[in-house]
């Protein structure tokens, strides 16, 4: 005599339990592809270095490239009257054009310098 499969019999006798069990594997295999996606996104963001733009700070600057923001203050001007201003900001009062404080600011943090 055959005997019947062990799903066989649930689903014969608890046909609601294992439907919430096929239900509750599929959600937790959707968050688990969603996580998967999240942290595979963010840790590649995590070793990337931001191209500068004129809307950043030298604080933002500092935590991006992970250097002191003291270093990136020096190497743009007087580091006490550059609390939170932008590169924008920093360039105008500067007298010159923000793309060129950008691209001293990036040869300067390519080399490593600060």
């Not at 500068?52 to 933002?60: C, N, S, Y």
């Not at 500092?62 to 009257?81: R, T, V, Y």
């Amino acid at each position: 005599m055959k005997r019947p499969a062990p799903l066989r019999i649930l689903w014969d006798h608890h046909k609601p339990t294992l439907a919430l069990l096929a239900l509750a594997l599929a959600v937790a295999l959707f968050f688990a592809a969603r996580f998967m996606v999240h942290w595979v996104y963010w840790h590649d963001q995590r070793s990337a270095r931001p191209d500068l733009e004129p809307w950043m700070t030298v604080g933002f600057i500092a935590h991006a490239w992970h250097k002191p923001p003291e270093s990136i203050a020096l190497l743009i001007g007087d580091p006490d009257k550059l609390h939170r201003k932008s590169l924008e900001d920093i360039a105008r009062d500067q007298g010159r054009p923000v793309e060129d404080l950008i691209a001293e600011l990036t040869a300067a943090l390519s080399k490593g310098r600060p």
